[in-house]
């Protein structure tokens, strides 16, 4: 009955496995080039597919202005314009809006508020984007056109920013709606950045002296500038690359216009748009190509972004990641 | 800004002690004001971020309650225009793209995470960290363009794998970043129990190192798949859509966030209605799904301090 | 047979420390590799084993952080059955000295080690030996209770067993029975062998990894500390635990209570920091010699409280 002693070390010697070892090591190494070759992928398949607009529209493509498919006409223009003047906009305020919360939570707010209102601003980026654009449609772009574009069209019609007509929908909504989604990106990141601040910058401002802002500014700021600079810019990469929402309420128009109150077109939002009514191999192609300039100016804009933040707060890219 | 640097300054020139502080003066009652107009300003910056949430909720909430019902969720669309039906093939869809997307990606991304945080040195972990934030930061409409160079052109057809395979590239980041993070919150020493005994690396990491990962991996997991369940932009020329339920691979395929985008773009009042009752059904899901992992999550991060 | 094509994990370098260390990964270093014949055939041998330890010679022994010496020249025959207590002040690599007997040293990125150590007369660190087998062979017990989080009480003492592949369930519930009995843990856990490791007391949690470390049925069992996270009563169990386990195991204990030294082992073996800051050993001899009649001066004032 009962086992001889020794019958253990018998056992183990006769299991002995000399594979597992290199196959599960051989897996996980793979996995890891598959996300290589994922990133290589996107590049070298996206470039493909967009071979035939490459060679017809040439390098004009960056400047041309004219998108007119029935004419086999392709210029990006529009909307390389479209994205520029949308995502710099709402990047400035959600920067505006993002940093002060930041600030807030981490050096003004008492823990039960700073704790449920960073968790409201984190669900704000889990809202999908379409759903964003549905509320933009039907409750923010009226809203704006009575109360926002109607008083600015009488007052200020003669700026070039504010002419045309206000109906709501176009660039003013799509930078309201990306200022609302680029927000959390550069909230979290500033509030990781922020908080990885050490504490003995505050307190050297505070012994001499200085008044709560004052310590911000002498104390925090210039220790997390580089930092809000890299949420500034993940922020950026966010905001060009958003497609739905924005699709939804900029009018989907391609015109370069200076004025907000007119309606635009992004480089996300013509593919998401037009790519199905794409009747052509030459003009689907084309969207493509717009969707590589796209990949590869995000990718570009994600890269130093992320270098830049991980220099200062390794944490804060994971936390943006979930966001 | 000068004005505060002065300060600085005087504040500096403040004499030593025995002597009685200087009475407040002008410069002090300037800085006092800058402070509370500051401290405001930074408040209402958080009011005003908080408020959009509020506002789509409610929205969502209020459009959306009157026309879900029970209808929605198992017919298929109508013709346009008239009165009834549902989106049954954008659930129907959504699940499968969802958990097709899920079962392909989530393995790649926990073995990745593996090798980040178990086996690459300093650099080799340092690159594929990079890479997988990278990969985070690409637009979903690029990474549906990829699926549909990779998939839908060599098929000939829009399908719900070309879909499927677009979530499992957009999943793969979020699910390897929190394994990696998970795998670094396990003791080293339960590493060294295992390798005391004489089991191997890759064994102590399966049978011993995971499981003690897993309900922090599996909330990431869960924070992925509420993530690409409200995707659009990599479904529009991928799995495309579709008014009847279909549960073909190789076809088309809705999906709820295509639905909700169609019939938003629509002009009749009806598709407005059933588009704000699918946007509850999806807000509900993804926030019921993100508001439990994002606690969970907050639970371990805090035990771990 | 052992693959003699495939890479080998000798951890050892040449005594001189080289300007440029090879960085290690802790993953290398543990990697799976043919065992060395001779480490092999012990385990393998048919003839039937006796429950008995077996002797450890350290020859010449440095081991390295990265560029840093932490231990100088150790040399020290370990007597097989029998219970070799490592004392001296902390920072003396006492822990450093047992992690290189079972292969646990060069777990640590760029940690390595240079010199002997013989096991039953083999090489641990000869070319071609596999860690894993070493540490089959060499079990150890460490200075916090580390039992698996996600295993069960009964998983737990037969992780060893079960992870290496041995799935028969008699030889395991009669393992897990008689390593516990030894553990002198079986009348707490007997029924609740199903509970999870981690709900027992921090006490219950070291006798419950020493059952561990004593299922796979090592020659030797290496602790580091095993009580120093533990209050007295837990303390007195572990030690008459260890004076029980000695007649079937070699025992090493490190320890930094000279009371429990004295109390639990046979020989001691006393350790100090250099002045370059490496350990070395100053002399070892039966216990009752070491703490009255200690022959280095050295010795003499460690243990009479002067120095450490």
Redesign the interface.
Known sequence: M?????????????????F??????G??????L???A??A??VV??A??SMAGIAHNGIGFLWGTTWDPVHSVFGALPFIYGTLLTSITALILSM??????A???V???PSWLAGP?G??????A??????????G???LAPWLRDYVEVPLHDTLGWLPFFSGYPIGIGNLAAVVVLT?MV?PTV?AVSRDVVSAVPGSQREAALA???????T???GVLPYARSGILGAGI?GL??G?????AVT?VIGNSPTISLSFLAQGYTM?SV??NE??EATTNLYRSSL?EI?LL??VV??V???A??LLV?RVAYTA??RS??A | MSG?DG??AG??R?PGAGIPPRVPGRNMAR??T??RV??A??????V???V??V??LL??LV?GLPALNLALLTQAPVPAGFPGGGVAPAVVGTLIMVGLGTLIGT??????G???R???GGR?ATL?R??????????????G??A???VV?PMGSFSALAGAVALA?II???V???TD?MLGLVPGSVREAAYAL?I????T??RVVLPAASGGIVTGIL?GV??I?????PL??TA?GNDRVSTALGEPMDAL?LR??VY??GPYDSW?AQ??AA?LV??FL??AF??LT?LA?RRRGAART | MP?MTEPTTDARVDPAPSPVPAPAPRTHAV??V??ARAI?VA??S?E????AGVGVEIEHLDAYYGNRRVLRDITLTVHPNSVTAIIGPSGCGKSTLIRCLNRMHEVTPGARVAGEVRLDGDDIYAPGVDPV?VR?RIGMVFQRPNPFPTMSIYDNVVAG?KL???R?R??LD??AERSLRRAALWDEVRDKLSAPGGALSGGQQQRLCIARAI???PEVVLMDEPASALDPMSTLKIEELIAALRASYTIVIVTHNMQQAARVSDRTAFLTVGDDRSGFLVEEGPTAQIFTNPRRQLTEDYISGRFG
Do not use: C
């Open positions: 009962t086992a001889q002693v020794g019958a253990v070390r018998a056992e183990l010697g006769r299991h002995r496995p000399r597992g070892e290199p196959a599960f090591r897996l996980v190494v793979l996995a890891s598959t996300v290589l994922i990133i992928g996107l398949v996206i493909t597919t505006l809006i993002g940093v002060g919360v600030l807030f939570l050096e003004l707010a209102l968790f409201m601003i984190e669900m704000l889990a809202i999908p984007s379409v759903v964003y654009g549905l509320w449609i039907f409750v609302i927000l909230a001499l002296g200085a008044t709560r802002w004052e911000i500014r002498m993940l990469a966010r060009v690359g958003e497609t739905m939804m996300a593919i998401a790519f199905t493509i969707g796209l990949l995000t990718l804009i994600n890269a972004a992320r991980w890219s994971s990641l979930a | 505060a300060t600085l504040a500096a403040l800085r006092r800058t402070d500051m401290r300003l930074l408040g209402i910056a958080a005003i971020a908080a959009p949430l506002l789509v929205y969502v459009q393995p790649i991304a926990v073995l990745a593996i090798y980040v178990e086996y690459a080799g594929i990079f890479l997988v934030d990278v990969l985070a930061g690409v637009p979903t409409i690029a990474i363009l990829f549909y160079g990779l052109v590239v793969i980041p979020i390897a970043r929190i993070e004489g191997p690396p890759w064994k990491i399966v924070l509420a993530r369940a409200g995707e659009t932009a529009i020329f495309l966030p909700i985008w938003a773009s407005h588009a704000w946007s999806l807000v993804v926030l993100s508001l994002r999550l | 693959l990697g799976p043919p065992g092999e385990r393998r048919d039937p084993v006796q429950d087998v089959q067993l290496a592949g041995i028969d008699s030889l009669e393992v299922a796979v049925e």
